[in-house]
């Protein structure tokens, strides 16, 4: 595959992405950035993720949604295996594509290579939730540091 697909998330120190299928934490700041590095291309999320999305969110984006149990999404396309979202990536014409979560996405993407870098914005206080973001996969990266700020820190991981 030869499709740059760019991992965007936000976790805490301990890999904290999410709580009953919605952010732990309201950051404004980083859901701008999220949105304007979204703005225009494609994302690519699990189901669980899809249906927690603000409707706006959908807007000038399209998105790829891995899912067993829907068959169609507005302004998108649904996918159920690797296999099948490998074959749709490939007739896909856009210069950056976000993959956006969750974990189980993030995962089998982080796992399988699929991400040419990754903006994590780690969220600093502590939260409780029920799904994470194994950060090991990003120890043997290259680590950049685009942003500091009392709130979070956004790092810049290459692959």
Same mark, same amino acid.
């Given at each position: 595959m030869n499709k740059k697909i760019v991992g965007i998330m936000a976790a805490t120190l301990d890999g904290l992405i999410g709580r009953n299928n919605s !952010?732990?934490?309201?950051?404004?700041?980083? !859901? $701008?950035?999220?949105?304007?590095?979204?703005?225009?291309? =494609?994302?690519?999320?699990?189901? *669980?993720?899809y249906e927690s999305i603000p409707d706006h969110l959908f807007v000038d984006r399209k998105s790829i949604v891995?899912?067993?149990?829907i068959s169609e999404v507005p302004n998108g396309i649904v996918v159920r295996s690797l296999e099948e979202f490998e074959q749709i990536i490939s007739t896909i014409n856009d210069d950056k594509i976000f993959m956006i979560g969750g974990s189980q996405i993030a995962h089998l993407f982080l796992q399988n290579s699929m991400l040419s870098s990754f903006l994590l914005t780690v969220i600093h206080g502590k939260y409780s939730?029920?799904? =994470? !973001?194994?950060l090991k996969y990003f120890d043997r990266? *290259? $680590?950049?540091?685009? !942003?500091?700020s009392k709130d979070f820190d956004r790092v810049l991981y290459s692959f």
């Open positions: !952010l732990p934490w309201h950051c404004e700041e980083d !859901l $701008k950035f999220f949105e304007e590095r979204t703005f225009g291309h =494609y994302m690519i999320m699990g189901r *669980k993720t891995f899912s067993q149990t939730g029920d799904s =994470y !973001l194994n990266c *290259k $680590k950049e540091i685009l !942003l500091r």
